[in-house]
């Protein structure tokens, strides 16, 4: 298996507070890889890293074999790396088919001269622009919604929508930030599915969650983090079962009852 | 009657004017949240600029035209490249852009006066001040040429807006620019074409107004900002409909002061307007009531 981002010793701090510490990952492709940890721990920080929005003060992201540093925000799209957000970030007065159709601007590209005098050619590709939008949103099973204005769907919906728009940019990594929060236990059932469905389709997925019973299905590989460092790596049973973790969690005494001394 | 429909016939043709400024502005305001006040001086530099090549040099109009379109989408493409880049990138205050913006205006201003002074010229127009008289009403040919073109304008970029790729992603950058330059939109480059955009509309206005006016000098940019401030502010900034709107309003609202009043007083008139709107709808007429998140 290709690594297709590789995370070592990355640090950074905000005043004296040192919000993570020397963190390393992998991601491989086709793989689902999860950081969770408890509040205050570093994984947003982590991810904003990862996407560029804030700038590391040491390590090393390689995303692909290059190096992300530097990189303005809208290159981490063409280099085939698209995040969700957290606080759904749709684009409000638009249909769910012009949400999507944004998302693939970058695939589809035309010259100065095509745009200008609206050239056969260009009204072909603009067509199969859309007919490739409309397509993966019926594969998505949201097809009865393609023009109905996204401000009026539902949450878990609007949630899902972000998901499909982020599709569209055509990933190689697709970065979750929470995808389950603000959702019902039947909605993270569909949504873990709707992850694997993606999957799936060839594109490598990390999460960022607390929602443990959805970390617990879906992912290949977990990263713990607390206090701004690495606490445990490892597949679900391992994470789940170590000592360190669950006190982090739910703290000495938890950890004591758990174990059953 | 005939007099009251005689001026808003001139309140259409002047309202054609303000609505290709203020839609400019709107664009803009849409796009980063800034009132541009150096608009203004650009509708006043595009006139110049016609002027300088249609009578100066001696260029035929469409050269003329063509080469002041060309400038003036350079000049909007720096002006925003040179000056407002900067302050996004360094994520200064909205506040320190609108400060920026007065300050590109007084330079642009002075920097037609050390070169061309402050008299009044006799600005070149087409038709030779020719009418039509359809009964009691006289309709200059220099004011349909004006009302066909914005309307042909308006339809155009509002097509572009809602259809075309870039008028797409000009909306979804208005809507969101940080989702957007996630999707892989060059967000800078969007604010670039807005602002050559919303700056190839001014300096056509300004050619436009001075043309049916037949006069020129450097402080035209400033009354006609005000003018469109206000008629943007009356529909509902950043709401391109509402620009055309407001714009329309404004100018009969002159053009009524002006004709029933006293010449004196239609300045006011748009003084007045703009009072009202901020004490008794603040977010226009077709702008929506906006939350601020804390």
């Not at chain 2, 002027?51 to 379109?69: D, E, Q």
């Not at chain 2, 004006?146 to 870039?166: G, R, Y």
């Amino acid at each position: 298996m290709k690594e297709l981002l590789t995370v070592k010793n990355l640090s950074k701090s905000f005043g004296g507070i040192r919000a993570v510490s020397d963190i390393g990952l992998k991601v491989e492709e086709g793989q689902i890889v999860s950081i969770i940890g408890p509040n205050g721990a570093g994984k947003t920080t982590v991810f904003n890293l990862l996407s560029g929005f804030y700038s590391a003060d040491e390590g090393e992201i390689i995303f692909d074999g290059k190096p992300v540093a530097g990189r303005r925000a809208y290159d981490f799209a063409h280099n085939g790396m698209v995040r969700t957000f957290q606080n759904l970030r749709l684009f409000k007065s638009m249909s769910v088919l012009e949400n999507v159709l944004i998302g693939r601007q970058h695939v589809t590209r035309y010259t100065p001269l095509q745009m200008m005098f609206n050239t056969p050619k260009k009204r072909r590709m603009e067509q199969k622009d859309r007919a490739a939008a409309a397509e993966l949103v019926a594969e998505m099973g949201m097809k009865d919604m393609l023009n109905v204005r996204c401000d009026g769907l539902p949450y878990g919906q609007q949630k899902k929508l972000e998901l499909v728009r982020a599709l569209a940019t055509q990933p190689k990594l697709l970065m979750l930030d929470e995808p389950a929060a603000g959702l019902n236990p039947q909605e993270s059932q569909e949504l873990a599915d709707f992850i694997f469905s993606i999957r799936d389709r060839g594109i490598t997925i990390l999460v960022i969650e607390h929602d443990m019973s959805l970390i617990n299905k879906i992912s290949d590989y977990i990263y713990v983090m607390n206090h701004g460092e690495l606490l445990c790596e490892g597949t679900s049973d391992v994470v789940m079962n170590d000592e360190q973790v669950i006190e982090a969690y739910i703290g000495k005494g938890g950890a004591k009852r758990v174990s059953g001394n | 009657m005939t007099y009251f429909l005689q001026l808003t016939i001139n309140a259409i043709a002047l309202g054609s004017i303000y609505a290709l400024t203020a839609v400019g502005y709107s664009m803009v305001y849409g796009i980063l949240e800034l009132v541009n006040f150096a608009h203004g001086s650009v509708f006043m530099l595009g006139a110049f600029s016609y002027y300088i090549f249609a009578v100066l040099v001696g260029l035929p109009w469409y050269l003329s035209f063509l080469i002041t379109f060309i400038l003036i989408g350079i000049v909007g493409f720096a002006y925003d490249r040179l000056t407002l880049l900067p302050l996004r990138r360094t994520n200064q205050p909205k506040f320190t852009g609108l400060i920026c913006t007065l300050g590109v205006s007084i330079v642009l201003q002075n920097l037609v006066f050390v070169f061309m002074g402050s008299n009044t010229r006799q600005f070149p127009t087409f038709f030779e001040g020719r009418y039509l008289s359809l009964g009691p009403f006289n309709i200059s040919f220099i004011q349909i040429l004006i009302v066909c073109l914005s309307v042909a304008i308006m339809v155009a970029l509002s097509l572009f807006v809602k259809k075309a790729k870039l008028g797409v992603a000009m909306r979804a950058v208005a809507q969101n620019s940080m989702a957007s330059e996630w999707m892989g939109i060059n967000v800078n480059s969007v604010v670039s074409l807005t602002f050559i955009i919303g700056s190839v509309l001014a300096a056509l206005s300004g050619i436009l107004s001075c043309m049916s006016f037949r006069s020129l000098d450097i402080t035209i940019g400033s009354t006609i900002a005000i003018k469109a401030f206000t008629a943007t502010v009356l529909g509902g900034i950043g709401n391109l409909g509402g620009a055309v709107l407001g714009a329309f309003i404004v100018a009969m609202a002159e053009s009524y002061t002006a004709g029933f009043i006293s010449s004196d007083m239609r300045d006011l008139s748009a003084f007045v307007i703009l009072m009202l709107v901020l004490l008794f709808r603040p977010n226009g007429l077709l702008g929506k009531a906006v939350q601020k998140k804390v």
